[in-house]
């Protein structure tokens, strides 16, 4: 048996007639506050759940699916979110801080004043997602970042090396220091920094160039 508690309070949310939490399947869970510190969701599947403000530090959910999820202010610090499915869901103020996100699915989410500081979102597909929040030196290479919202995001120091930003927002956003070789800019076109090498000429074209 497994009881899901509050976190603080200690009240008894939910009790799964599991041994573990892997590949467990949920629909319309009210997750609110909740202590899932640690636990290993690995594979899992949330439909409709509400996870606003729980704690989901070091918490496993690789592969997980969180399908029409909201999770607001939720904490997901240092978490295992590798190829998790996060699309459509709603994170604002989520706080995402060093978790291990390759290949994550952000398509459509909503993560306006989410925390990504140090969060490996590398492969990941972000596209059309609304991420206006932080991403201090995450690393973000060979994203999809297709269409995305980073209206007045900070985005100093992020490896950006390879990613896909085509018709992405960045007014107001920050990227000092980021790292942007290879890249494609908002336009479809390279974006990076790239020297183009010059074409010297000998000392006697120059002169009779100079004629």
């Known amino acids: 048996m497994l009881v899901i508690k509050q ?45 606003t403000d729980a704690d989901c530090r070091f918490a496993q959910f690789s592969n997980a699916k969180f399908q029409n999820c909201v999770a607001k202010r939720a904490n997901f610090a240092e978490a295992d979110m590798r190829g998790a499915d996060l699309s459509d869901a709603v994170l604002d103020g989520a706080i995402l801080l060093s978790i291990n996100g390759d290949k994550i699915l952000l398509r459509h989410c909503r993560a306006n004043g989410a925390d990504f500081t140090g969060a490996n979102l590398s492969n990941s597909d972000c596209s059309f997602a609304e991420l206006r929040g932080i991403f201090t030196a995450a690393n973000l290479s060979k994203s999809n970042l297709y269409s995305c919202d980073f209206t007045g995001a900070d985005l100093s120091k992020c490896d950006l090396r390879e990613a896909d930003m085509t018709g992405a927002k960045i007014a107001r956003a920050d990227f000092t220091f980021a790292k942007l070789q290879g890249s494609i800019g908002t336009n479809g076109k390279p974006w990076g920094f790239t020297s183009k090498k010059e074409d010297k000429k000998s000392w006697w074209q120059v002169w009779r160039a100079a004629i």
């Not at 603080?8 to 510190?37: F, H, I, K, W, Y």
């Open 7 to 51: 976190k603080g309070s200690g009240s008894v949310l939910m009790e799964l007639a599991v041994e573990s939490p892997r590949g467990v399947q949920l629909s319309g869970a009210n997750l609110t506050g909740a202590d899932l510190s640690g636990l290993d969701f690995s594979g899992a599947t949330f439909k409709a759940c509400n996870f």
